[in-house]
């Protein structure tokens, strides 16, 4: 299981933007043969997904974030992207990526991930 790390949180006022980055522990780790999504979890609340990209570059996004975030991955520096653009207080949460199964990816199963991260936190004050 390769270990991913995410970094890029920290707190903005709403209406500001934000970019996460994803990398793997493993120099070897090839983006381009994983699917992979992002997910987070608000206070109190279980894990929920906010993004997913899928080997040929298709993506998907939760309802809550469509239009505002960006899912992007930079292959030969082996980067996962989430660019968070018009934060809301309610985008606030510790943001996680993980690499998914490419047979449901764009369900983004945080149950059924391959491997995560630890997750970087993200405030987003009114």
């Known amino acids: 299981q390769v270990n991913l790390v995410e970094s890029g949180g920290g707190s903005v006022q709403a209406g500001g933007s934000l970019r996460l980055s994803c990398v793997a522990s493993e120099s070897t780790w090839d983006y381009s043969t994983y699917c992979m999504g992002w997910f987070r979890q608000r206070p109190g609340k279980e894990h929920e997904g906010v993004a997913g990209?899928?080997?040929?570059?298709?993506?998907t996004y939760a309802d809550l974030v469509e239009g505002r975030f960006t899912i992007s991955k930079d292959t030969p520096k082996s980067t996962l992207f989430l660019q968070m653009d018009s934060l809301k207080p309610e985008d606030t949460a510790m943001y996680f990526c993980?690499?998914?199964?490419?047979?449901?990816?764009?369900?983004?199963?945080?149950?059924?991930?391959?491997?995560g991260g630890q997750g970087t936190q993200v405030t987003v004050s009114s």
């Open positions: 993980a690499a998914l199964w490419c047979d449901s990816w764009s369900r983004l199963d945080w149950v059924g991930r391959r491997s």
């Open positions: 990209i899928d080997t040929f570059g298709r993506t």
